[in-house]
């Protein structure tokens, strides 16, 4: 598992430094809708508590839901935590455009480098795919050949990094609007599609535990996205 904790802080520093180049590139001080330190710094503590109990909360659940014992850790169950906890804070102080965006750059490069950890960590870390034919299956070390669907969520999430980069200065209104929204989109969109590739158990209607929490992220975007557009208008 060290080689985990390794890439764990390695996704954490690149994240940091992509949020930070980010930021300072645009000249963006706080989200948008943040009027000042003070509520800068309890919204930072409301994300940072919905994150840390959304990934153990979803991640051991799904651990025991597939009949193992322990601890474990979910960036989607993350994700959906720490919107949680914004939209609540939001709600309280009464901020009704986004404020995402500040942080999309180093969530992706954080899920990126993380799930080339989970990748390198093998079969312990229970994050591999379904047994392939396919040539580029992995053996992790038991003689079956598996999807390495930890490189694929890498690869997709890069690429929507290089969009966001790339798009970013021609459009940077939009961006602050929708930019959030459309992340959680993506994001959970290709987790929703990679987890009919991995061995957990159902638990409603064929679909795991994973695919559930993808779809009501994805319904969570779509309504954000129509709300934008709508009030844009």
């Keep these: 598992m060290a080689i985990h904790i390794l890439f764990d802080l390695l996704a954490l520093g690149s994240g940091v430094f992509i949020s930070l180049w980010f930021r300072r590139q645009y000249g963006l001080v706080r989200p948008a809708g943040i009027t000042h330190a003070a509520q800068y710094h309890y919204y930072s503590i409301a994300l940072m508590m919905g994150l840390i109990i959304g990934s153990l909360l979803f991640g051991t659940l799904n651990l025991h839901l597939a009949g193992q014992g322990g601890v474990a850790k979910s960036?989607?169950?993350?994700?959906f935590g720490a919107i949680v906890a914004a939209e609540a804070f939001k709600y309280v102080a009464v901020i009704r455009q986004s404020t995402g965006l500040y942080f999309v750059p180093g969530l992706i490069m954080l899920i990126s480098v993380g799930r080339v950890g989970c990748f390198l960590a093998g079969l312990p870390d229970f994050t591999y795919g379904v047994p392939t034919a396919l040539p580029w299956g992995v053996d992790f070390g038991d003689g079956i050949r598996r999807h390495p669907v930890q490189l694929y969520e890498s690869v997709a999430m890069l690429a929507a990094l290089a969009v966001l980069l790339l798009n970013y200065p021609k459009h940077p209104v939009?961006?602050?609007?929708?930019g959030f929204y459309l992340f959680v989109l993506v994001y959970a969109g290709q987790r929703f599609v990679w987890e009919f590739i991995k061995p957990y158990p159902p638990v409603l209607a064929g679909l795991?535990?994973?695919h559930w929490l993808s779809l009501l992220l994805v319904g969570y975007a779509l309504f954000m996205l129509n709300r934008e557009q709508t009030h844009g208008e």
């Design 75 to 79: 960036m989607l169950g993350g994700v």
């Design 208 to 210: 795991n535990l994973f």
């Design 174 to 178: 939009f961006w602050q609007r929708q």
